[in-house]
Structures are given as structure tokens and as C-alpha cells.
């Protein structure tokens, strides 16, 4: 991968790019990404902010985590798609949608959060981590 990746919402009204490559990439199983998302999981890449320009406005959803943390999830006012999401835990690392990143081949999750709540039918990898929660 070079360095960096951009990508958009369905319309194209929220644009991202991102000058580094992602520090992690993980699955997401849990039921608030399966429902923000409309998938039976989430694919994210991680950045932080730093690292990440933003066009176009978003419109945001708040939630608490397992853990007490608040999500929030920016979304396009104008299409829908959830474009990313931030934890209060680590407000600076944002998690951006995969499926909206150009040219994604290189996306590889390094783990699968919410084993627990992935639905019997989704096949994960055995070789990639594998956790029942996420820690915050």
C-alpha cells in the first residue's frame, strides 16, 4: 500500500483522505455497527484525526459503549452512509468506514471485535484475532 488512501460517501457530498496508512483494521461485530452499517459486521481502517481531511459536512449519533465510552458515528446528512466514528476513550483515532475507501484491496483486519455477537452464519478467518468484547 502507499501511503495514505481517500474515499467517499454513496453521493459524494463527504470526501476523506488520509496521509498515513492505517495503524489498525479490524472487524466489528457488534449489533450498533451491524445496524449502523445495515451488514451482518463493520470493517474499519483506523487514523488519527492528524492524519485525516474531512470535505463536507456530516451529521452525528451518539451511544455508550459496553464499556460506558460515547461513539460517536459521523454520518452523510445527504445519502446516510456512516463515514466514521470516534470513542471517547481515544478521541483522536478514527475509525473509517472500509467499504467507502477507494481501492481498498489492501484492507486485512487484524481482528474481530464482538465474536461474541457475530451471527452464526459469518464466517471469520481462524488466523485473525479473535475477541468476545472490545476493551473501551
Known amino acids: 500500500m502507499t501511503e495514505g488512501f481517500r474515499g467517499q460517501c454513496l453521493c459524494g457530498a463527504v470526501t476523506f483522505?488520509?496521509?498515513?496508512?492505517?495503524?489498525?483494521?479490524?472487524?466489528?461485530?457488534?449489533?450498533d455497527c451491524r445496524r449502523s452499517g445495515g451488514s451482518v459486521y463493520a470493517s474499519f481502517a483506523f487514523v488519527d484525526e492528524t492524519n485525516l481531511k474531512i470535505s463536507g459536512d456530516t451529521?452525528?449519533?451518539e451511544s455508550l459503549s459496553d464499556a460506558g465510552n460515547t461513539m460517536t458515528r459521523h454520518f452523510?446528512?445527504?445519502?446516510?452512509?456512516?463515514?466514521?466514528?470516534?470513542n471517547s476513550k481515544a478521541p483522536s483515532r478514527l475509525g473509517i468506514r472500509a467499504g467507502l475507501i477507494e481501492s481498498a484491496d489492501w484492507f486485512q483486519p487484524q481482528a474481530n471485535v464482538?465474536?461474541?455477537?457475530?451471527?452464526?452464519s459469518t464466517p471469520i478467518d481462524?488466523?485473525?484475532k479473535a475477541f468476545d468484547k472490545m476493551r473501551g
Open 59 to 61: 451529521k452525528t449519533y
Open 126 to 128: 481462524p488466523d485473525i
Open 76 to 86: 452523510c446528512p445527504t445519502c446516510g452512509s456512516h463515514v466514521y466514528h470516534s
Open 17 to 31: 483522505e488520509s496521509s498515513s496508512d492505517p495503524m489498525f483494521q479490524a472487524n466489528c461485530h457488534c449489533d
Open 114 to 120: 464482538y465474536a461474541s455477537r457475530r451471527l452464526p
